[in-house]
């Protein structure tokens, strides 16, 4: 698996919190608490109240379905990392790709003194199992 294949829980909790954002924003329009909603259609003119409710509707639909997503990709994740076989390399791709932690935290947690001896397993794993796969 590439690193960029291992990073989409990453990108997809990004993304669910941007969108989180959007509604946020979206709910304080609706409430007269917001003027401007940054990258959303322009709600003036109308019903501006039942635009903002079909918004609001669609966004909730939108963070359900990254959600349901993210739940997805935290699965595969899981069973990739566990058909590892090497303790250590799993523990650093879970610490690293699932629980989100800094290189410094990783090696903390494992008990090295210098952040680059994980971040360097991880990095050697990476390019030998990719060059098994390709």
């Known amino acids: 698996m590439t690193k960029k294949e291992l990073s989409q829980l990453y990108w997809l909790n990004r993304e669910i919190e941007e ?8 709910t304080a ?3 007269g608490g917001v003027q401007n909603i940054t990258g959303l ?3 003036g003119g109308g019903d501006k109240t039942g635009n903002l409710a079909i918004l609001i509707a669609e966004q ?4 359900e379905l ?10 595969r994740l ?8 090497d303790s250590e390399i799993r523990q650093i791709l879970s ?7 800094a290189w410094r935290e990783i090696a903390q947690c494992l008990g090295y003194q210098d952040e680059s ?3 360097k397993k991880h990095n050697r794993f990476l390019k030998m199992t990719e060059n098994s796969e390709g």
């Open 60 to 63: 909730r639909d939108l963070i």
């Open 117 to 119: 001896a994980p971040r």
């Open 78 to 85: 899981n069973r990739y990392i566990a058909s590892v076989e």
């Open 66 to 75: 990254k959600v349901k997503q993210s739940v997805i990709e935290y699965n």
């Open 41 to 43: 259609p322009h709600v």
């Open 19 to 26: 969108e989180k954002r959007k509604l946020a924003e979206l």
């Open 95 to 101: 610490l690293y790709y699932i629980n989100g932690m």
């Open 29 to 31: 329009a609706a409430s």
